[in-house]
């Protein structure tokens, strides 16, 4: 069994919850579960199952930040503690050099102003670790390291996007990527239609199963074919799912009613498929066959994937001309290293690709600071180094982002995660949710593989699955963010 030792704050000073959320991660990024020890308030041990070195994944403070889940550079196993504060710095340091050093060698024009940040957050964490006697200076010289190596973070992120959409709008004026926003399952407010279709060039339609067939015998359709009509009569592209979303609160009730007969199951669920595939096919541009989940699993791995190659199998039958994509929710795997899941989204989606399941795109469900089934926060550095290893699949990648404006309760939300207030610099709010969206979504685009990006949540003012995601308020007005969307899409898309 291995171990590692780390110097830690006094446990009152860490984040909230940030010791429940520790993994330890090896040079494949798949996270682990590591059982944590205090050995005394202030030094703390990870145990793991396995021997070998890796980066140690925590939930951190950063002063205009927010809390970020940060990691160490490569750490490994010894008996001496390392310093928890300094190993952070080293690694935010470490991740933002090789960055901007791999940018530059592919062509990357690094401003002087940027530059000299990053020289100068260097210099900062090379005085934190030049200091092993003084812990209290080291430390307080590793907390501005890492906000300094952040703060050029941002600027890194936003000039790669610059530059790499200038380079991508050289081959072609508009870009064709796919900019969706999510309908939901009850009518668009009428006074949002000019808005979402100024800002976003494709619309999901999810076809939910517990709305449309309530019960064995009884099929509704209204509103699903109101959002198709919609959609033919202004010109929207069409992404039509998820079909199946596999957890169990998404099933009808007939379906997921105790105890769970996996065969009815299975063949419900292709009837299902079978049906919304033969009543919009032609009409759909796009087909999001199954949402799997590994945040709430109710199934084995080996039956989640047995019932996904099946479904996305009856969904190309029943369509072949329409390209039919999965995705999966908590991209980087968090549900693994907190013992949820023994596979991970990303061993999930190549165990299907090895199964020769023909898979048009991978769709990455981004529940940004929500808790416990969304996705930890991250910086823009990480969420496209992220991306780059789900593009080495070889496969279009579908960034599915929902990000709160907002947090406490909300009566209309159906997932039972919670915003995580501590994620947002100041708080969740509409310009901290505007913010994010600036940082993250020109990124996204700029990446080659990234054929659509989707806000999976638009409005607040209908049911929806998580609390304030939406684009536009409770009381239908539209949130400072959704200004940002449409200023990438007039200047980026078709």
């Known amino acids: 069994m ?49 021997d070998e070195s890796g980066k140690v994944y925590i939930p951190w403070p950063v002063d205009g930040h927010g809390e970020l889940l940060l990691s160490t550079a490569t750490l490994m196993e010894r008996e001496r503690p390392y310093d928890l504060v300094v190993e952070l710095a080293r690694g935010t340091m470490n991740r933002l050099r090789s960055k901007a050093e791999s940018w530059r060698h592919a062509g990357l024009q690094l401003p002087e102003t940027l530059a000299a940040q990053i020289h100068a957050a260097c210099q900062t964490y090379i005085r934190a670790a030049t200091l092993p006697h003084d812990r209290q200076a080291a ?52 006074n949002a239609e000019p808005m979402f279709r100024a800002t976003f060039n494709a619309a999901v339609v999810p076809f939910c199963w517990r709305d449309i067939q309530p019960e064995p015998n009884r099929w509704d359709w209204t509103r699903y074919d109101k959002h198709v009509q919609w959609c ?64 709430a699993p109710w199934l084995s791995d080996e039956q989640n994937v047995r019932l996904a190659a099946s479904l996305i199998e009856i969904a190309r039958r029943r369509d072949p001309r329409t390209p039919v994509f999965i995705s999966v929710d908590q991209p980087w795997g968090e549900s693994v290293a907190l013992r949820q899941a023994a596979m991970s989204p990303f061993q999930f989606v190549d165990f299907l690709l090895r199964a020769d399941i023909e898979i048009a795109g991978i769709g ?106 939406g684009l536009f308020n409770t009381q239908g007005l539209p949130k400072p963010a959704l200004s940002s969307l449409l200023a990438i899409r007039r200047e980026h898309l078709t």
């Not at 501005?144 to 530059?163: K, P, T, V």
């Not at 592209?237 to 998820?242: D, S």
């Open 2 to 50: 291995g171990f590692l030792r780390l110097l830690t704050p006094p446990l009152a000073q860490l984040a909230r919850g940030a010791v429940d959320r520790i993994y330890v991660a090896g040079l494949d990024s798949l996270p682990t579960f590591c059982r944590k020890t205090w050995e005394g308030d202030c030094l703390l041990r990870l145990e793991r199952g396995i």
């Open 232 to 295: 033919f009569r202004y010109g929207v592209k069409i992404i039509g799912g998820p079909v199946i979303r596999l957890d169990r609160d998404s099933l009808p009730d007939w379906v997921a009613a105790s105890p769970v007969d996996l065969s009815a199951v299975v063949q419900a669920a292709r009837n299902f498929v079978e049906a919304v595939l033969d009543r919009y096919r032609g009409q759909v541009h796009l087909w999001h066959a199954v949402a799997a989940t590994t945040a």
């Open 364 to 469: 990455l469900e981004i529940d940004y600071g929500y808790w416990p089934r969304g996705t930890l926060p991250r910086d823009v550095l990480e969420v496209t180094e992220h991306l780059d290893l789900w593009a080495s699949l070889g496969l279009p990648l579908i960034p599915m982002l929902t990000i709160p404006s907002g947090a406490g309760a909300d009566s209309l939300a159906t997932d039972p995660s919670e915003v995580l207030p501590s994620a947002f610099s100041g708080g969740p709010s509409p310009q901290e949710q505007k913010r994010l969206v600036d940082q993250l979504f020109p990124a996204l685009l700029a990446k080659q593989p990234v054929q659509a990006l989707i806000w999976n949540q638009v409005f607040d003012s209908t049911s929806h699955r998580l609390a304030h995601g």
């Open 139 to 190: 430390e307080a010289a590793a907390e501005s390291a890492i906000r300094q190596s952040l703060d050029a973070m941002l600027l890194l992120g936003a000039e790669y996007a610059r530059q790499a959409l200038r380079y991508r709008h050289e081959a072609t004026e508009s870009l064709t990527t796919l900019l969706a926003g999510n309908l939901g399952n009850a009518p668009m407010p009428v």
